[in-house]
């Protein structure tokens, strides 16, 4: 009975540590990514022909997709509108682009998610094709581009986020001007397009959160606190068959350790933990079996008192942490005295930061967001 005790105790210490994580693996993949702004056209343009330092108009519409949560590919179209300044002399040339892009989500790789789940950053390249057309020349110039830029993100929900865009074009084998004047001999990345726009990117898909936002657990990310758990419920049952053996076999008549006690025991070890998401203070859904556990034992045990321990990962200043562990305990303390437990019998102890956890983990910082328990 209590080898299956303490198995089942492992099996629900385990399921609240990746039930964090698990979740996260489906995403959606598929977005419509929108913008508009304005532009600087750089070179190449001919003496006495200027555009306004910041030149209406430019669009862009891309369809994108991620491969997973950090890297992604996407085609997008773009529109540039260059006119002349009021002191120059007149031109209206229209810029047209087709791009094939790679996409990097720089705010997961640089794990933005330990301060911000709000806040994103993407970074893209790639090349295409583009045409140059003007009332200055009749043929349309075909050139290839490169382009490249940033764009950050602002999530308003998890279907659309508003995001500002800079990026920079060069074109290879501009054959005119932007103002419509024929270049000889222009072979290289002669043109230069500066481009900066406001938008919003659409979430495509049926699950919940899009690759922008998801963070998924490193498969090689620490894990020796669960090593340690695992080795040490493994010593436990160990020693808990060898004093049975030895009870059976010599002291017949010696009473047993209950499974009152043995519960106590597991409580007290930390086995039975409440768990929280990064900067929450109510308890993950997975973590309600590990109170009731408690609950039922407080319930069992009248005159049994319980302290309940906060923590904090070690993301942020101290003195936040401390009353982050502070509100995760008296959270639990508050469902403990809703379903019934005298609050005299129950005791909030805030220890702030867990630091004998690895800051640098993401799967480690999980188990160090928690409350734990000692039955007095």
Not at 83 to 90: E, L, R, V
Not at 211 to 219: K, L, Q, R, Y
Not at 276 to 288: C, G, H, L
């Amino acid at each position: 009975m209590k080898k299956v005790v303490m198995t089942l105790a492992f099996a629900l210490a385990l399921t609240g540590v990746h039930a964090q994580t698990e979740k996260n693996n489906s995403f959606n993949k598929w977005s419509i990514d929108l913008g508009a702004g304005f532009n600087k056209p750089q070179r190449p343009f001919s003496n006495g022909y200027v555009t306004d330092v910041i030149s209406p108009w430019t669009g862009d519409l891309g369809v994108r997709y991620m491969l997973n949560n950090k890297f992604g590919l996407k085609v997008d179209f773009g529109y540039n509108s260059f006119t002349a300044k009021d002191n120059s002399f007149d031109f209206d040339s229209k810029y047209y682009r087709l791009d094939l892009q790679a996409v990097a989500n720089l705010g997961r790789i640089m794990n933005f998610e330990t301060w911000t789940n709000r806040i994103g950053l993407l970074g893209h390249a790639g090349f295409g094709l583009a045409q140059l057309t003007s009332d200055n020349f009749k043929e349309d110039d075909r050139m290839g581009n490169f382009i490249a830029g940033l764009t950050g993100q602002i999530r308003l929900s998890d279907r659309v986020a508003l995001t500002g865009d800079f990026s920079t074009i060069l074109n290879a084998s501009q054959d005119h001007t932007f103002n419509g004047t024929p270049i000889a001999g222009a072979r290289g990345f002669s043109g230069l397009v500066f481009n900066g726009t406001v938008g919003l990117n659409v979430y495509l898909g049926k699950n919940a959160k899009h690759a922008d936002w998801t963070v998924i657990s490193n498969e090689n990310s620490d894990t020796s606190f669960l090593e340690k758990k695992i080795s040490d419920l493994e010593a436990q049952i160990k020693k808990i068959t060898a004093t049975k053996e030895v009870i059976v076999e010599k002291q017949a008549n010696h009473a047993q350790p209950s499974e009152n006690d043995l519960i106590k025991k597991m409580i007290n070890d930390k086995y039975y933990s409440v768990y929280f998401d990064f900067n929450k203070t109510i308890p993950i859904e997975n973590s309600t079996a590990a109170i009731d556990v408690v609950l039922t034992y407080l319930r069992k045990n009248p005159s049994a008192s319980l302290d309940l321990i906060g923590y904090a990962d070690q993301v942020g200043k101290a003195e936040y942490n401390e009353k982050l562990s502070h509100a995760r305990a008296t959270n639990v303390k508050t469902i403990f005295e809703k379903a019934g437990i005298d609050s005299s019998r129950l005791n909030v102890v805030s220890n702030g930061a867990d630091t004998s956890i690895q800051k640098d983990s993401n799967e480690a910082r999980r188990l160090a967001r928690r409350v734990t328990f000692i039955v007095k």
